[in-house]
């Protein structure tokens, strides 16, 4: 059955799109060199015609608007990587690439006539005062957050400000006849990029990076550390649906699994200059094996270490076709608070692969890639996958690999992609799930509250009722599920959200992780 063409603008743009900014965001350093900025005829012919529109034209324009529509023409015209990000979106992509921001900590959504808390972030201010999930901020210094649609950017920058300073929050919770206050004093709050770590087997340890950010590194370590104290000597790295981000992050990461003065990557410019990575330091996990997890979705500085590890004939790569991206940004600030990310270089995996997808065809084909692979059958057979020869490239213990297009595993593990996975999918992307579970944890909060991940593990069922009910909740919003042959997988997401908001994301991947097919074929392999 064909894939409904409404989806795919929302879960490719959520995960792919995303990775023209996230993935887009390498630390190559900004220009100085000013040579770049002389007038010439070109520039003061645009300069003179937004003067002429500005002064003359019959009605009143926003030249403003008139420039962005400008500098998104020219660079549409480039790559599919050169992109123009507008002052509202910087500031919140450099935090979130930074892996930090300044706040209270909690997670939160509009809900009905007040701000809810999903909730409180571990360690963060919020949590260490006591504000829980399914609490209701009322008001935020006295200002009014009840009864009055507000957007999440207003309410974020209401109990955003500088480290130290306190907010005064005036809370509803369930089953206290009185508002709550809390003064909470605001601090800097980590954005974690390593969403889950934890112990398969006995010997086999697994890490999710959701992307590469300015902290990934310090993130990553941590995490392997404390699994190499639980006895972890082999490590799957969860890779899938990473969209990329800095690439020192990436190149550190690759480093510690490789020995020194081995090439991770090399890059060249326009004029044909090369720069060449090595890796410089013992890494600390040299001697254990390793899986890297891929999917479609995984994209730049996630095919940076998935590439380097590969061509130097360590561990094993393991899922689906890479997305493609092998292209350097460098960004340009453009003194409003906009800045432009334009490609500036290439980069090669150590055996020379140029994994960079074609985008001569355009914007619009380039993005709906992932459409011709559900189409051609690639996401089902590895058979299906295009390879030309011409860009055939081996490793130094023998093993072909190819260019052109992504990272191909090493070994290929289908998609189920069925209707109602899709479905399912879209859901989780889109946040209905995550409402809807909200609002049934809603009906025993302070139940749910004192509950261990432990006890909720155990104790915590997903009846029919519950299914039916999110199905109907889906039909509300224009989505017919069925769910017949998928109850189970239905009952294991709502379980896998439920103790997300309840316990974070860690616990959100080991619950869903019991059924994946790509963690299953990872522990079998790490058997033999």
Do not use: C, W
């Amino acid at each position: 059955m064909r894939l409904k063409k409404k989806y795919i603008p929302i879960l490719f743009s959520l995960g792919i799109v995303l990775g023209i900014i996230l993935g887009s965001f390498l630390n190559f350093g900004s220009s100085t060199d000013t040579a770049f900025f002389n007038s010439n005829s070109k520039k003061e012919k645009l300069s003179k015609l937004i003067d002429y529109i500005d002064y003359e034209y019959v009605d009143t324009v926003n030249t403003d608007s008139i420039v962005d529509v400008t500098v998104n023409g020219i660079l549409d015209n480039l790559d599919p990587h050169s992109t123009y990000i507008p002052p509202e979106e910087l500031q919140e992509i450099e935090e979130n690439m930074k892996g930090d921001f300044v706040g209270i900590g909690i997670r939160f959504y509009p809900y009905q006539d007040s701000v809810a808390v999903i909730h409180a972030i571990v360690g963060g201010p919020s949590d260490q005062v006591g504000i829980r999930g399914g609490d209701r901020i009322i008001s935020a210094n006295d200002i009014p957050l009840s009864g009055q649609a507000m957007s999440d950017d207003s309410l974020s920058k209401i109990l955003k400000g500088r480290v130290n300073t306190s907010v005064n929050l005036k809370i509803k919770r369930q089953g206290e006849p009185e508002l709550l206050s809390y003064t909470v004093k605001r601090d800097i709050v980590p954005i974690s990029s390593v969403t889950a770590s934890y112990m398969l087997t006995d010997q086999l340890g697994y890490i999710k990076i959701n992307r590469f950010a300015e902290s990934t590194y310090d993130e990553f370590i941590k995490a392997l550390k404390e699994l190499k104290s639980k006895g972890a000597i082999q490590l799957a790295l969860d890779l899938r649906d990473n969209p990329g981000g800095y690439v020192s992050s990436a190149e550190a990461i690759a480093d510690e699994f490789l020995e020194k003065n081995k090439l991770i990557l090399f890059t060249k410019n326009k004029s044909g200059k090369v720069n060449k990575t090595y890796s410089n330091r013992g890494g600390i996990f040299e001697e254990g094996a390793v899986f890297i997890l891929i999917n479609e979705n995984s994209a730049s500085a996630s095919e940076i270490v998935a590439g380097a590890l590969q061509d130097n004939d360590k561990g094993l790569i393991i899922g689906r076709r890479s997305f493609g991206k092998g292209l350097v940004q460098r960004e340009m600030s453009l003194g409003d608070g906009s800045a432009v990310r334009l490609t500036i270089a290439r980069y090669y995996t150590p055996t020379g692969r140029s994994i960079q997808k074609p985008y001569e065809l355009g914007n619009k084909d380039y993005f709906e890639d992932y459409l011709e692979r559900y189409e051609n059958g690639e996401l089902r057979s590895a058979d299906s996958i295009k390879v030309a020869d011409s860009l055939k490239f081996k490793t130094p213990l023998g093993k072909i690999v190819y260019g052109g297009g992504g990272i191909i595993p090493d070994v290929f593990v289908p998609k189920n992609i069925d209707y109602e996975i899709e479905h399912l999918n879209y859901l989780l992307r889109s946040g209905y799930m995550r409402m809807f579970i909200f609002e049934e944890l809603e009906k025993d909060r302070s139940y749910y509250n004192t509950l261990s991940l432990e006890e909720f593990q155990n104790d915590i069922m997903i009846s029919d009722t519950i299914v039916e009910d999110f199905i109907s909740y889906a039909q509300l919003r224009g989505i017919n599920l069925r769910a017949k042959k998928y109850r189970n997988v239905y009952k294991s997401y709502l379980k896998a959200t439920m103790a997300k908001q309840l316990f974070g994301d860690n616990a959100f991947e080991q619950m869903v992780n019991q059924d994946d097919a790509i963690i299953q074929k990872v522990i079998s392999l790490s058997a033999n």
